[in-house]
């Protein structure tokens, strides 16, 4: 049907691409592959899993669930992110340094800033929840109340920034095989 090593050379020709080994190349493309499909899928799903539960769960349970699934989710979905970035990061020195490959890296760069900065937030909002339900069982004012509504309004910004960062990441790294 499909004889790879001349598509493969072909592209390698096409792309100046040929500092790597066409096995390793072609292992490093499908762990790239995968990782990013593992990275955006699972943004997808917690999406889905964030309207969803919005519905059907109360407030308390709904923290729960995401403070349960949010540790689980970090561990596979960062390490599809690390996976994703070094194999990137290798087929793009091995296919010479240009402006498309610095725009790559800093958006990279900064969608780990967003991750970093995400994470610290998420684990604020445990704080600031926590801090909530006791001003309400000591019938204090709503301070930390506002404090929470401010900070899900930063996580839902810091969300959408991560994903317009992989958008751009994913768009820039399919200009690469133009």
Do not use: K
């Not at 691409?17 to 790239?32: E, I, Y």
């Not at 970035?85 to 087929?91: D, F, K």
């Amino acid at each position: 049907m499909f004889d790879l090593p001349p598509l493969v050379a072909a592209a390698d020709a096409a792309t100046g691409d040929s500092a790597l080994p066409t096995p390793l190349r072609l292992v490093l493309l499908a762990l790239l592959i995968l990782g990013a499909a593992i990275w955006i899928g699972g943004m997808a799903a917690v999406t889905v899993l964030s309207l969803v539960s919005r519905g059907t769960l109360e407030p308390n349970a709904r923290v729960q669930l995401f403070r349960n699934f949010g540790r689980r989710y970090l561990a596979v979905a960062g390490s599809a992110l690390v996976v994703t970035v070094i194999c990137g990061a290798v087929l793009l020195v091995a296919r010479g340094w240009d402006g498309l490959a610095t725009a790559i890296v800093v958006v990279v760069a900064a969608l780990v800033v967003a991750l970093v900065f995400g994470v610290r937030q998420a684990r604020a909002m445990r704080r600031l929840r926590e801090a909530a339900r006791a001003e309400t069982q000591a019938g204090d004012g709503d301070s930390a109340h506002h404090a929470v509504r401010a900070g899900a309004r930063r996580a839902a910004l810091l969300r959408a920034m991560i994903g317009l960062l992989t958008a751009a990441v994913f768009v820039l790294a399919i200009c690469t095989a133009a």
